[in-house]
């Protein structure tokens, strides 16, 4: 949404400014997305197959949408000041209860709450709140209310698509067109929301705070990968010893989240965030925040997810004592999911750099080719001994890349290190000043 100078501000919505970072209100919002993806890669693992794949993709995808309304909403506005937290503490508990009912998103059980209605409720509360701040701001602008418009009615649509899918298929078909039918509804829905999404014209007040956000949305997506790999083995609740092979896979899934995180953040992240702070242009600067970091982000996380799904089952069949020291062969499924999964987060990174530094990197598209046909293999190699193969092209691509991108890594560190120096001088200056 535009902020021009029509809009009347008023003390409960205050305008955010082109230097705003993330603050501690937003980080606390993102704790329940913590839990929705965790929930996400649960929703998978207890019976791994390609339709609850499919059906944990689809959550995923709606979850991403809810995410980022408060990631434009903040950008927008300061989140942190005037009424706002209490409509993003409300906003916050609704997507609570949304990752809760996620599990039962498309089954509904006799005993308890319907589930498939419920995720739709929420659904809808979430994003009529989000759009409704907007509406707020906009009230005062003629034109800018006709796009408010245009931003609730697909989040209406949506969810009209979602109670369908809850109530429609079982009321006319069984079995397979039954499911399918409502897989197709979610679809739509998804489509609905994305395909507006192309045709909102909005601005990105701050490029750092846009950048930090969807760096930040990463972060915790590998973390809850770390959260996956620790609860895998579920050592505890079926008194299973903790032994090598478990340690050991342990290790090494650490080894490669650490590579993926390195891939995103050594210099990548702050290239895209420079790239978008020199595009002063609003409509490029709108094309490239929208297609680089709205679109191009959620199958850098789905990538995330996938990996720690297989991840997670990985270490609860190693910690079973009638397991083999190496693990078992991969099922196909399983096979697809750990290799995959790096695979999409990789292929992102290459659509990354492409769109927003606009230089195509070789070492990932090298690491991908190497993989690609190492997925048939993993499906026969015990798990473990595919596990450590796959941490070795991810170690080859670190260094490859370490080694080619060592001028443009080291400039692009060094701009960031001098903005981050001068930025914690002038703030300190201003407190010595005024505190």
């Known amino acids: 949404m535009e902020r021009e100078s029509r809009v009347r501000w008023s003390p409960a919505i205050q305008p955010g400014a082109p230097g705003s970072r993330t603050t501690r209100l937003e980080l606390f919002y993102d704790l329940v997305f913590v839990f929705a993806f965790l929930n996400v890669t649960e929703l998978a693992a207890v019976d791994l197959n390609v339709p609850v794949l499919l059906r944990s993709l689809l959550v995923l995808a709606l979850l991403w949408w809810c995410w980022v309304g408060f990631a434009a909403l903040g950008n927008v506005i300061r989140v942190d000041q005037g009424s706002v937290p209490l409509v993003g503490f409300v906003t916050t508990a609704a997507v609570f209860v949304l990752a809760l009912s996620s599990p039962s998103a498309f089954v509904t059980t006799p005993e308890g709450l319907a589930g498939p209605l419920l995720f739709a409720a929420c659904y809808c509360l979430v994003r009529v709140l989000q759009v409704g701040v907007f509406g707020w701001v906009a009230r005062s602008n003629p034109k800018l209310r006709r796009r408010w418009l245009l931003l609730l009615a697909p989040a209406l649509t949506a969810t009209a698509l979602l109670v369908a899918a809850a109530l429609v298929p079982q009321h006319l078909l069984q079995g397979d067109a039954e499911r399918?039918?409502?897989?197709?509804?979610?679809?739509?829905?998804?489509?609905?929301?994305?395909?507006?999404?192309?045709?909102?014209?909005?601005?990105?007040?701050?490029?750092?705070?846009?950048?930090?956000?969807?760096?930040?949305?990463?972060?915790?997506?590998?973390?809850?990968?770390?959260?996956?790999?620790?609860l895998g083995p579920n050592l505890a609740a079926d008194s299973l010893p903790l032994t090598a092979p478990v340690v050991l896979a342990a290790v090494?899934?650490?080894?490669?989240?650490?590579?993926?995180?390195?891939?995103?953040?050594?210099?990548?992240?702050?290239?895209?965030?420079?790239?978008?702070?020199?595009?002063?242009?609003?409509?490029?600067?709108?094309?490239?925040?929208?297609?680089?970091?709205?679109?191009?982000?959620?199958?850098?996380?789905?990538?995330?997810?996938?990996?720690?799904?297989?991840?997670?089952?990985?270490?609860?069949?190693?910690?079973?004592?009638?397991?083999?020291?190496?693990?078992?062969?991969?099922?196909?499924?399983?096979?697809?999911?750990?290799?995959?999964?790096?695979?999409?987060?990789?292929?992102?990174l290459i659509a990354l750099g492409a769109v927003a530094p606009r230089k195509l990197r070789w070492p990932p598209v090298t690491a991908v080719a190497l993989l690609l046909p190492l997925i048939p293999l993993s499906h026969r190699?015990?798990?473990?001994?595919?596990?450590?193969?796959?941490?070795?092209?991810?170690?080859?691509?670190?260094?490859?890349?370490?080694?080619?991108?060592?001028?443009?890594?080291?400039?692009?560190?060094?701009?960031?290190?001098?903005?981050?120096?001068?930025?914690?001088?002038?703030?300190?200056?201003?407190?010595?000043r005024n505190l």
């Open 180 to 230: 399918l039918l409502r897989l197709t509804l979610w679809i739509a829905a998804i489509g609905v929301e994305y395909g507006a999404g192309l045709g909102v014209r909005g601005t990105v007040t701050s490029a750092a705070h846009w950048a930090e956000r969807y760096g930040l949305i990463v972060l915790i997506a590998l973390g809850e990968s770390i959260i996956s790999l620790g």
């Open 381 to 432: 190699l015990p798990g473990l001994l595919a596990l450590v193969l796959l941490l070795a092209v991810c170690l080859l691509l670190l260094i490859v890349q370490f080694v080619v991108d060592a001028p443009n890594r080291h400039q692009i560190r060094e701009t960031a290190l001098r903005e981050q120096l001068a930025t914690e001088a002038k703030q300190d200056e201003w407190r010595g």
């Open 252 to 348: 090494v899934g650490i080894a490669i989240i650490a590579v993926l995180w390195w891939a995103y953040f050594d210099s990548l992240a702050v290239g895209m965030e420079h790239a978008l702070y020199r595009t002063q242009d609003p409509d490029a600067r709108r094309r490239l925040a929208r297609y680089a970091y709205t679109y191009l982000h959620l199958p850098l996380v789905a990538g995330i997810i996938l990996f720690a799904l297989a991840l997670k089952r990985l270490l609860h069949d190693l910690a079973d004592p009638q397991t083999p020291a190496w693990g078992l062969p991969l099922p196909v499924i399983e096979a697809l999911s750990l290799y995959g999964g790096v695979i999409i987060y990789l292929v992102t």
